[in-house]
Structure formats: structure tokens, C-alpha cells
């Protein structure tokens, strides 16, 4: 665990203004046990798992053999933080100025998760939702499989094979070039933007059953195609879609309280907030 030293020692800064909140937090002894404890002060499980979800992706799936690791890096900054407070820093300048710099960052993101909140309710997200079944109407999509050869004598001689009762499945792990010959030539449910224009084409003139009569060339080489199912799409209910739908709306909400703002806020660009290849000397 040594090679990850390093990197937790580097997400000291990030996280110690978590560290302050998170240590404030009256757990429930259920599902929040206390982890350590540092001259009398707990720690709990939650601030451990906090301190994981700031870390990198590929160490945050190593969660299980690095929580040991964390749980002692957070006693480290416990009693870091005791230290400092020992030495007085807690009216140090920069100290103070950093607190005031997490105080407005933390009073800017309550108010616009509240602004949020207000904005994002269940009609504006039915609303939101009814625009996309207006945008997405169902499609009609088929399933079908496929024989694929580089002929078209081999796809006339395959289609009379299936004229005789030869099973097409079968036949597409015998004969198809195609990636979907070991399926039988399976190639599951599709839209016809999916494919290419002369094999959807072949596709849509077929009734559940069918198979083409007469071999379809694209780019790809000769297809017989036979058309197992068709069916309409379903769209995701709302509730599948309530998640990503408030997603989406977050950031147009979050833009519409910054344009708000403006609109009241008297806001000057300098010439040095332009470019920075601006000199600022006469801005000043």
C-alpha cells in the first residue's frame, strides 16, 4: 500500500474542508459506526467514504483494500488539525482567509442548489419529459438475421437450399462471412437508421417469417435476410428518465440564475480580463 501514500497525501488540501464538515455530522450508530478515535474525538465511517469519492477513479474501485490506508490518513489529519490549533493558527491571516474563501464557495453552491431546487419541480420535469416523447416518437424496429457471402451465385444457391426447407440458422453458421454467422445470423432488434439503406430497405419489405427471394447487395457484399419479429419502441417512463431529465436541466437552471444576476448586478470587464495577453497596468 506504500505506492498510494503519494497520492493521499496529495488530497490533503482537497478534502480537509470536507474533513471540518463531515466530522460535525451527528451519525447514527446503525450505519455510521465510529472508525477511530483521535484524544477522545470520533471518526466515522462516512468520513471515510467521503474522503474515497475525492480520489481518482481507479483508486476509488480499490475501496476495500485502501480503506485501512484512509482510515489512518484521516487520523493524520486529525491530529494535524489539533496540532494547528495548538499553534494557534485558528486566527492565523491565511487561515482566515482560506475559511472565507470555503464560506462563499459553500453559500454560492447552497444557493444555487436551492435556486434548484425551486426551479426543478415534477411539473417542469413532466414538461421537460413530454418534449422528449414529442421529439422521440416510437420507431418501429425489427429483428432479423442474415446470411453474408462474397457471390451472388452463393446467395442464389443458399436461397434455394432455403426453398427446399433448409433452416436459415443453420445455414448462417455454415456459410456467412458476417460477424453474426456462430448466432445463426442473429442480429437482434434494430431501428432501420441502424443499417445501411439497402439492407433496411430489404428488411421492411419482409413480413415476420420471411425471407428475401432475391439476394440484397450492399457494400458489405450479398445478404439474404430473413425478418423474425417487428414491434414499436416503448420510451423510458418518467421515472426511468427523472434522473437524467433534472441532470439536464440542472446546468440550463443553473446558466438562467447567473443571467438573473446580471441583470441586476452592475459587472465591468476590464481590458486585462479579456485576454491575457492584455497588460493590466491600465486597469489599475
Known amino acids: 500500500m506504500a505506492r498510494f501514500l503519494p497520492l ?14 463531515a466530522q460535525q455530522q451527528q451519525p447514527s450508530a446503525g450505519d455510521d459506526p465510529v472508525v477511530a478515535r483521535v484524544n477522545g474525538e470520533d471518526i466515522h ?3 471515510v467514504l467521503e474522503f474515497a469519492s475525492k480520489l481518482p477513479p481507479q483508486y476509488q474501485a480499490q475501496l476495500v483494500q485502501l480503506y485501512p490506508l484512509l482510515v489512518q490518513r484521516l487520523i493524520d489529519f486529525r491530529l494535524a488539525g489539533e ?4 499553534a494557534g493558527l485558528a486566527d492565523d491571516a491565511e487561515v482566515r482567509r482560506r475559511v ?9 453552491d447552497v444557493y444555487l442548489e436551492r435556486e434548484m431546487d425551486r426551479r426543478i419541480t415534477e411539473d417542469a420535469l413532466r ?6 416523447l414529442a421529439a422521440n416518437p416510437p420507431q418501429t424496429e425489427q429483428r432479423a438475421r442474415h446470411i453474408l457471402v462474397e457471390t ?7 436461397i434455394a437450399e432455403l426453398d427446399a426447407g433448409a ?8 456459410n456467412s462471412t458476417g460477424p453474426s454467422a456462430s448466432e445463426g445470423g442473429d442480429l437482434g432488434y434494430f431501428t432501420a437508421d441502424r443499417m445501411v439503406p439497402e439492407f433496411a430497405a430489404a428488411a421492411s419489405a419482409l413480413a415476420p417469417g420471411e425471407y428475401s427471394r432475391v439476394p440484397v447487395k450492399t457494400q458489405f457484399g450479398w445478404h439474404i435476410i430473413k425478418v423474425e419479429d417487428r414491434r414499436q419502441t416503448q420510451p423510458p417512463s418518467f421515472e426511468e428518465m427523472k434522473s437524467q431529465l433534472r441532470e439536464d ?11 438573473d444576476l446580471r441583470k441586476t448586478a452592475q459587472v465591468e470587464v476590464l481590458p486585462a480580463g479579456t485576454s491575457m495577453l492584455t497588460d493590466g497596468a491600465e486597469s489599475q
Not at 8 to 21: D, E, N, Q, R
Not at 83 to 86: D, F, H, I, S, V
Not at 100 to 108: F, G, L, P, S, V
Open 8 to 21: 493521499i497525501a496529495g488530497c490533503a488540501l482537497g478534502v480537509l474542508p470536507f474533513l471540518a464538515a
Open 45 to 47: 465511517r462516512s468520513a
Open 83 to 86: 496540532a494547528g490549533r495548538t
Open 100 to 108: 472565507a474563501e470555503a464560506e462563499t464557495r459553500a453559500i454560492r
Open 127 to 132: 414538461i421537460r419529459y413530454d418534449e422528449y
Open 152 to 158: 451472388e451465385e452463393k446467395a442464389r444457391a443458399l
Open 167 to 174: 433452416d436459415f440458422a443453420e445455414l448462417a453458421k455454415a
Open 249 to 259: 436541466m440542472a446546468s440550463e437552471v443553473v446558466q438562467a440564475v447567473f443571467d
